[in-house]
Structure formats: structure tokens, C-alpha cells
């Protein structure tokens, strides 16, 4: 069973940056894909980035392309995602997850979930 814990989310200015963190409770962490999911009030939980278990390939949505960047420790059990450029849009809890199996922008598809943290832009 793997345990995912986020950290980092706040308040920000439009245009500052945040940098969210993941941790990963199983040693076996490193064969799972990643990915980070947002969830606004109201509005569906949609798909951010992902990134494969080797660390050698990530996908991003359209919105996030050139802001955003994710990545990956294996040695440290952590997940991460760099946001500069923020927008007031990109307002949501931010949630980590997991899944054994390739990548998918799918929130269906992923198998383990933290519990999320709050990320607030103001204009």
C-alpha cells in the first residue's frame, strides 16, 4: 500500500511560483508512474502532468505546458511539481498520485491518492 503525502501548496500572487512536494511511503516507489491532478471547486478533477517510473519522460495538459515542470527522486521517495507563472485559474487542491502501469491522464486509472493541497492564485 502506498501512502502519498503533498506538501508546499499557499497563497500567491498571479504570476509568482509555488513548488509542491510528494512523498512517497513505499520503497517500491520507484516503479509506480506519477502524476499531479487539480481539482477546483465545482469542477472536475483534471489531469496536470505525469511522469514514467524511470523519470525519462513527462506529459503535461495544454494549460500548463512551459509553466509547470514535474519530477522525480527514486532515491528520495519524492514527487514534485515546479510552478512558475502562476494564474489565478490554476486555483484547486493539487493531489499526487500512483499507479502501476504506464501513463494516463486518466484520474480513474491511478490507485493511490494524497490527500491534496491547497494552491490559491490571486489577481
Known amino acids: 500500500q502506498v501512502q502519498l503525502v503533498e506538501s508546499g501548496g499557499g497563497s500567491v500572487q498571479a504570476g509568482g511560483s509555488l513548488r509542491l512536494s510528494c512523498a512517497a511511503s513505499?520503497?517500491?516507489?520507484?516503479?509506480?508512474?506519477m502524476a499531479w491532478f487539480r481539482q477546483a471547486p465545482g469542477k472536475e478533477r483534471e489531469f496536470v502532468a505525469s511522469i514514467t517510473w524511470t523519470g525519462s519522460t513527462t506529459y503535461y495538459a495544454d494549460f500548463v505546458k512551459g509553466r509547470f515542470t514535474i519530477s522525480r527522486d527514486k532515491a528520495k521517495n519524492t514527487l514534485d511539481l515546479q510552478m512558475n507563472s502562476l494564474k489565478p485559474e490554476d486555483t484547486a487542491v493539487y493531489l499526487c498520485?500512483?499507479?502501476?502501469?504506464?501513463?494516463?491522464?486518466?484520474?480513474?486509472?491511478?490507485?493511490?491518492w494524497g490527500q491534496g493541497t491547497q494552491v490559491t492564485v490571486s489577481s
Open positions: 498520485a500512483a499507479r502501476r502501469g504506464t501513463v494516463s491522464a486518466k484520474f480513474g486509472q491511478y490507485n493511490y
Open positions: 513505499e520503497r517500491t516507489f520507484g516503479v509506480y508512474t
